[in-house]
């Protein structure tokens, strides 16, 4: 059996992983381009019962879009 983590709160992933609670696409994104919040995600998971154990991003090479990049949960 694997090992158990600790659940993440929002502030917990907020310190790790920023760009999670993003309130919008970056301004470089087409206007054909449908955002969705990582953040309503992860809203609709945990009332489903599934619990954040992890949480990470990318760094970005890009000025300016560290609170967009890429993040894993």
Same mark, same amino acid.
């Given at each position: 059996?694997?090992?158990?983590?600790?659940?993440?709160?929002?502030?917990?992933?907020?310190?790790?992983?920023?760009? =999670?609670? *993003?309130?919008?696409?970056? $301004?470089?994104?087409?206007?054909? &381009? %449908?955002?969705?919040?990582? +953040?309503? =995600?992860? *809203?609709?998971?945990?009332? $489903?019962?599934?619990?954040?154990? &992890? %949480?990470?991003?990318?760094? +970005?090479?890009?000025?300016?879009?560290?609170?967009?990049?890429?993040?894993?949960?």
């Amino acid at each position: 059996m694997g090992q158990f983590r600790d659940i993440l709160s929002d502030d917990q992933i907020r310190r790790v992983a920023p760009s =999670v609670f *993003a309130d919008a696409a970056h $301004e470089s994104c087409s206007d054909r &381009y %449908a955002y969705i919040p990582t +953040s309503a =995600v992860l *809203a609709g998971m945990r009332s $489903e019962g599934f619990l954040p154990t &992890y %949480a990470g991003q990318s760094r +970005s090479r890009i000025p300016g879009k560290a609170a967009f990049t890429k993040h894993l949960l």
